[in-house]
C-alpha cells in the first residue's frame, strides 16, 4: 500500500496562476483533509470531505477550491495564487469524520509563489 | 473554536536525557488529544493518543498525561536517542467534532 500519496512535491508559481494539488489514498478511508503548514503555525485546516461527494470549509479556505473525485481522490485548487499561499501543504486521510482516529498524511507539497 | 498552545517552540537535550513538551487546549468539551512526529521533509505520523477518560498512557519510551481540569497535557520521551529528533505536533478534537485543532509545533534536537 502506498499510503496517501501527493503530486506534485515541490511547485513555484507566479502570481495569479492557478493549480491544482492532486491527492489519492489507497486505505479505503472515507474522509480526507488538506491542511496548510506554515512556520510556527502547526497545521491548519483548508477543506475537509466526511466522504465521497461531500466537502467542508475547515479553518482558512479562502483563496483555495477542493474536489472529492471519488473515494480514493481529494483535490485542491489555487485559482489566483498569492505569495500569502506560499506555505507546505498536507494531504491526510482517516476512517471516519468524527470520534477521533488516526490521520495518515501525505509527504506533501511545498508551493512557492512569487 | 479550539485554541490549541504548545510549549517549548524547541526543546535542546543531551542523548539520553528527558523531553517533555506541554500543551493547553482551551475547549472543555474536547475529549481526543493525539501527538504526531513529523520527521524532516516528511508527512507527520500519528506516535500516541489519549482520549480524556485516561490519565496517562504509555508506549515504550513515550508517554502522555493529560490533567482535564487544568486542561493540559504532555507528552514526555525518554531515554532520548538521535532518531528522536524531530518536530512534535499535539492535537486536539472534541466530542463529536470533526477537526482537528494543531499546536504551533516542538522542534526537538537530540544531540549526541
Known amino acids: 500500500n502506498a499510503g496517501v500519496t501527493q503530486t506534485p512535491k515541490f511547485q513555484v508559481l507566479k502570481t495569479g496562476q492557478s493549480m491544482t494539488l492532486q491527492c489519492a489514498q489507497d486505505m479505503n478511508h472515507n474522509s480526507m483533509y488538506w491542511y496548510r503548514q506554515d512556520p510556527g503555525m502547526g497545521l491548519r485546516l483548508i477543506y475537509y470531505?466526511?466522504?465521497?461527494?461531500?466537502?467542508d470549509k475547515g479553518e482558512v479556505p479562502n483563496g483555495y477550491n477542493v474536489s472529492r473525485l471519488n473515494k480514493r481522490e481529494f483535490s485542491l485548487r489555487l485559482e489566483s495564487a498569492a505569495p500569502s499561499q506560499t506555505s507546505v501543504y498536507f494531504c491526510a486521510s482517516s476512517e471516519a469524520l468524527t470520534g477521533g482516529g488516526e490521520q495518515y498524511f501525505g509527504p506533501g507539497t511545498r508551493l512557492t509563489v512569487t | 473554536g479550539e485554541n490549541v498552545e504548545q510549549h517549548p517552540s524547541t526543546l535542546s537535550v543531551q542523548e539520553g536525557d528527558s523531553a517533555v513538551i506541554k500543551c493547553t487546549y482551551s475547549d472543555s468539551a474536547s475529549n481526543y488529544f493525539p501527538w504526531y512526529k513529523q520527521e524532516l521533509g516528511k508527512g507527520p505520523q500519528l506516535i500516541i493518543d489519549?482520549?480524556?477518560?485516561?490519565g496517562e498512557k504509555k508506549d515504550q519510551r513515550i508517554a502522555v498525561t493529560l490533567n482535564k481540569t487544568a486542561k493540559h497535557f504532555s507528552l514526555h520521551i525518554t531515554e532520548t536517542q538521535p532518531e528522536d529528533s524531530a518536530v512534535y505536533f499535539c492535537?486536539?478534537?472534541?466530542?463529536?467534532?470533526?477537526?482537528?485543532?494543531f499546536g504551533g509545533g516542538t522542534r526537538v534536537l537530540v544531540k549526541p
Open positions: 470531505s466526511a466522504s465521497e461527494g461531500t466537502t
Open positions: 492535537a486536539a478534537l472534541k466530542a463529536a467534532g470533526n477537526k482537528l485543532t
Open positions: 489519549i482520549r480524556s477518560n485516561v
